[in-house]
């Protein structure tokens, strides 16, 4: 049931989201009837301030209210990804050039883990520079998991 929620949601929150310059990263469903909790996900591609969160999480209340759609009481988060938060979209592989990630990706059953500073994007693959100026091309079909790490 809870994906059928999640898909409703989902179509329901990303006009909602348009309106605000934002797409949907992901949205997640915890808890039971009466209790439960609705995380949203959320993204621009020049980053999300604090405000849009906040004006983003009022209209997406409103219209939750006006339709009734949760069948029940909630409880809404909306956020930003953040960094333990796997990428999902092509368009946070794209805004991440620079910065340094970790992919976990599997191609012929070899499963491989490499770490390094995001060079390339395209529609099928990514490119990680190494601290050794090696360039590691990875196919996005390959990539199991991709996560931006801290830069301390």
């Known amino acids: 049931m809870a994906l059928g929620l999640e898909q409703e949601l989902s179509e329901l ?3 909602i ?23 949203v996900f959320t993204d621009t591609d020049s980053g999300i301030t604090a405000d849009q969160l906040a004006d983003i999480s009022r209209a997406v209340s409103r219209e939750l209210d006006q339709r ?4 029940g ?8 990804p953040g960094l333990q938060r ?5 368009r946070q592989y794209r805004k991440n050039i620079g910065r340094d990630i970790k992919v976990v990706s599997s191609a012929d059953g070899i499963q491989k883990i490499e770490t ?16 050794e100026n090696q360039l590691v ?16």
Do not use: M, W
């Open 13 to 15: 929150v990303q006009p």
């Open 17 to 39: 989201l348009e309106q605000f310059g934002a797409y949907l990263v992901d949205i997640s469903v915890r808890g039971e009837h009466g209790s439960k909790i609705i995380e």
């Open 68 to 71: 009734d759609i949760s069948a």
């Open 73 to 80: 009481r909630f409880r809404l988060e909306v956020s930003s």
């Open 86 to 90: 796997p990428l999902k979209l092509q």
């Open 116 to 131: 390094g500073t995001l060079n390339e994007v395209s529609d099928s693959f990514i490119v990680l520079k190494k601290k």
């Open 137 to 152: 091309s990875i196919r996005t079909v390959d990539v199991q998991e991709a996560y931006v790490l801290p830069h301390f």
